[in-house]
C-alpha cells in the first residue's frame, strides 16, 4: 500500500494540513486527542471533502483539488473500524456482516463470509441481535464487517480504546489475524503507544493538525520515553514448558522463566524497564528467577534516568538506571553486565 | 335512537378519504424535508423551518382562505396552471386533502426529524463506507431507524386530517356527500334544532376511528421496539 495525502481542512478552529507518504501493510497515526488523527481518517475516507490538497492511493487519485476530483466515499473501498462498533441496530449479526459484502462489485469479492466467520469465531452469533452482543463480541463482528467489504485500505479509528485491557489483547489478535489472514493493508490510530508498538511497523507522528514525521514503532517508544519515564518491553515468547509455579519460554537462545498466573499460558508479554536489575557481577543468590549475561549496546539519556539497551544473546531489552548508578557500574557500550528479572514481572498480554 | 343517513355515510367516508390520501402524499414530502433539516446544512435553512412550522401557529381558517387565494379560480395558481389544464380543486375532496396536508405538515415533519436527529450519523457514515450510496443509505438504514417517527408523524397527520375544519370549509366547503367531513356534519348536525343525538352519534364514530387509529400506532411502536 502506498498512501500519498498532501491536504489541507478548516474545521472551525482547528487546522488539520498534513503532507506526507506511507508505505507498508502495517501504518499507524500517533498523535494526542485533538491533533486531528480521526479527521485525517475521515479525509482519507472521503467523509469530509479537504478544501485543497490531493489524496492518491495506490496511484488511483481519490481527492485531487486541483482536477475536481472526488471520489465518494461509497466507491473508494475504504473500510473502517471505529472505537464503537457502530454496528446496525435493526439488523442481525448476519444481515451486519453482509451488508457491505452484498454491496461490493464481484470482480472484489475474494474474501467469503464463511472465512470471516470462521477467523472471528463469530458463527455462535450469526442468528442474534446486535443489541445482545458484549462488547468484544460487537467488535468482533465490526472486525468481520469491514473486511468482508473487501476493502483495498483498513483504517482502524481507535478500535480498542472503548475495552478494556483483557479484551483489548484478544481484538488485538484477531485484528492481527485477520489483516495476515486475508493481506489487507490498514493504517491503525492510537493515542496507546502499547497498541501502536503491537500493531504497526511504520507511524506517523501528529500534533496540532500537522503531520510531523514519520518514525518506527519502535523509533516512536523510544521517543516517547522522556516523557512517559519509563520504557516498556515487548517480549515475544514461545514454547510455554509448565514446571511448577512457573512457566518457562525460549526467548531467542535463551529460557525465561515466568510466574504462573491462573490463565492459559500466553505468548506477548509486557515487561517494564524498571523491573530489569542490573548487576556489574553475578548476583550469586537472588530470589530473581531469571539472570543473564548481556551486553550494553546503547546506553541513552531519559532525563533524569538512563536507559540501558542491552544485547541478549539474540534478543535485546531496555533497562533503566539512575544516573549515578549507571556511573558506578561505569555502563557504557560493550560493558559486560548481568541482568536479573522476577519471574513476577512479567504482565501477560495475549 | 338514531340511523345514519346517505350523508352521514358519505361523512365518514370523505373524512377517511381525506385523512388517509393526505397523510400518503405528505409521508415522502415529509420525510425528505425532515432528512434535509437533519442531515444537510444549506443557506435558507431557517426559511425552511419557518415556512413549515407556519401552519402551526397561523388560524387553519386563514390557512384555508390563503389556499383559496392561491388556487381559486381567480387565484395565482388557479389562473396560471388550474384553468389551462382544467382542473378544478377549490370545492372538491381534493381541497380539503391539501387543506389537511399543510395544517398537518408540520406535526409530521416534527415527529419524523425528532426520530431522525436521533439517528447516530456514524451509522450513516459507515454504511456509506461499506458501500451504499445515498439513496441505498436512506432506505436501509434511515429508513428503518425512524420508523418509529414515520408512524408518529402519520398518526398525527391522520388524527389532524380527521378533525380538520376551519380550513377545509374554506377551501372545499361543507357540501353533503361531496365534501362534508365528520367535523362538518356535526357543525351541521349541531345547528339544527334537536339533531344532537345525530351529533353524538358521529362523534362516537370520531372516537371508534381514533381508538382503532391508536391501537395500530401502539401495535407497530412495539412490534419495531421488539425488531430493534
Known amino acids: 500500500m502506498e498512501l500519498r495525502v498532501e491536504a489541507s481542512k478548516h474545521l472551525g478552529t482547528f487546522d488539520l494540513n498534513v503532507d506526507f507518504t506511507i508505505t507498508g501493510s502495517r501504518a499507524g497515526v500517533f498523535g494526542p486527542s485533538g491533533s486531528g488523527k480521526s479527521t485525517l481518517l475521515s479525509l482519507i475516507a472521503g467523509l469530509i471533502v479537504p478544501d485543497r490538497g490531493f489524496i492518491n492511493l495506490d496511484g488511483k487519485m481519490l481527492f485531487d483539488s486541483s482536477h475536481s476530483v472526488h471520489v465518494m466515499p461509497e466507491n473508494r473501498r475504504i473500510g473502517m473500524i471505529s472505537q464503537q462498533s457502530q454496528l446496525f441496530p435493526h439488523l442481525s449479526v448476519h444481515k451486519n456482516l453482509l451488508y457491505g459484502y452484498k454491496r461490493c462489485d464481484a470482480a472484489y469479492r475474494k474474501i467469503t463470509p464463511d472465512a470471516v466467520i470462521e477467523v472471528l469465531q463469530i458463527g455462535p452469533l450469526l442468528t442474534r441481535g446486535v443489541n445482545n452482543l458484549s462488547g468484544g463480541e460487537k467488535q468482533r463482528v465490526a472486525i468481520g464487517r469491514a473486511i468482508l467489504s473487501n476493502p483495498r485500505l483498513l483504517l482502524m479509528d481507535e478500535p480498542l480504546s472503548a475495552l478494556d485491557d483483557d479484551l483489548k489483547f484478544q481484538i488485538i489478535s484477531y485484528l492481527k489475524d485477520t489483516c495476515e489472514v486475508f493481506n489487507i493493508p490498514y493504517i491503525f490510530i492510537s493515542h496507546a503507544l502499547l497498541e501502536m508498538r503491537v500493531m504497526t511497523d511504520r507511524v506517523l507522528k501528529l500534533a496540532d493538525g500537522c503531520a510531523h514525521e514519520l518514525v518506527t514503532a519502535e523509533e516512536l517508544a523510544r521517543g516517547s520515553m522522556k516523557d512517559s519515564g519509563s520504557y516498556t518491553n515487548l517480549l515475544h515468547l514461545s514454547e510455554p514448558q509448565c514446571e511448577g509455579d512457573v512457566h518457562a519460554y525460549s526467548w531467542g537462545d535463551r529460557q525465561l522463566f515466568v510466574a504462573d498466573s491462573g490463565t492459559p499460558p500466553v505468548m506477548l508479554f509486557e515487561l517494564s524497564s524498571r523491573d530489569v536489575i542490573l548487576f556489574k557481577r553475578h548476583p550469586e543468590v537472588i530470589s530473581a528467577r531469571n539472570v543473564f549475561k548481556a551486553t550494553v549496546v546503547n546506553a541513552f539519556d531519559m532525563g533524569v534516568r538512563v536507559g540501558v539497551e542491552l544485547q541478549c544473546g539474540t534478543e535485546k531489552l531496555v533497562a533503566e538506571v539512575t544516573k549515578k548508578a549507571a556511573n558506578q557500574m561505569e555502563i557504557h557500550e560493550g560493558t559486560e553486565i548481568y541482568a536479573a528479572i522476577k519471574a513476577l514481572s512479567f504482565k501477560p498480554l495475549h | ?228
Not at chain 2, 386563514?62 to 388556487?71: S, W
Not at chain 2, 441505498?136 to 389532524?160: H, Q
Open chain 2, 1 to 228: 335512537m338514531f340511523a345514519f343517513g346517505p350523508s352521514d355515510y358519505s361523512a365518514i367516508f370523505v373524512s377517511v378519504k381525506v385523512a388517509v390520501v393526505a397523510t400518503l402524499i405528505s409521508l415522502p414530502l415529509a420525510f425528505t424535508v425532515a432528512y434535509c433539516m437533519t442531515f444537510k446544512r444549506f443557506k435558507g435553512m431557517l426559511v425552511l423551518d419557518v415556512l413549515v412550522n407556519l401552519p402551526l401557529t397561523l388560524p387553519p381558517v386563514v390557512i384555508g382562505y390563503l389556499l383559496l387565494m392561491l388556487l381559486g379560480q381567480n387565484g395565482w395558481i388557479g389562473t396560471w396552471l388550474l384553468q389551462p389544464l382544467g382542473i378544478r380543486i377549490i370545492f372538491t375532496w381534493k381541497a380539503a386533502v391539501i387543506a389537511t396536508m399543510v395544517v398537518g405538515f408540520p406535526l409530521m415533519v416534527r415527529a419524523i426529524r425528532t426520530n431522525m436527529e436521533a439517528i447516530d450519523r456514524r451509522l450513516v457514515d459507515a454504511s456509506r463506507l461499506l458501500g451504499a450510496g445515498c439513496l441505498d443509505s436512506i432506505f436501509t438504514i434511515i429508513v428503518p431507524l425512524c420508523f418509529r417517527g414515520l408512524i408518529a408523524g402519520s398518526l398525527l397527520m391522520f388524527a389532524r386530517g380527521l378533525g380538520e375544519f376551519g380550513a377545509t370549509i374554506i377551501v372545499a366547503g361543507n357540501i353533503p356527500g361531496v365534501t362534508q367531513t365528520i367535523p362538518l356534519a356535526i357543525y351541521d348536525y349541531v345547528s339544527s334544532p334537536n339533531r344532537e343525538v345525530m351529533a353524538m352519534a358521529l362523534c362516537c364514530v370520531s372516537i371508534t376511528i381514533s381508538v382503532v387509529v391508536l391501537i395500530v400506532h401502539e401495535w407497530l411502536g412495539k412490534r419495531m421496539g421488539r425488531r430493534a
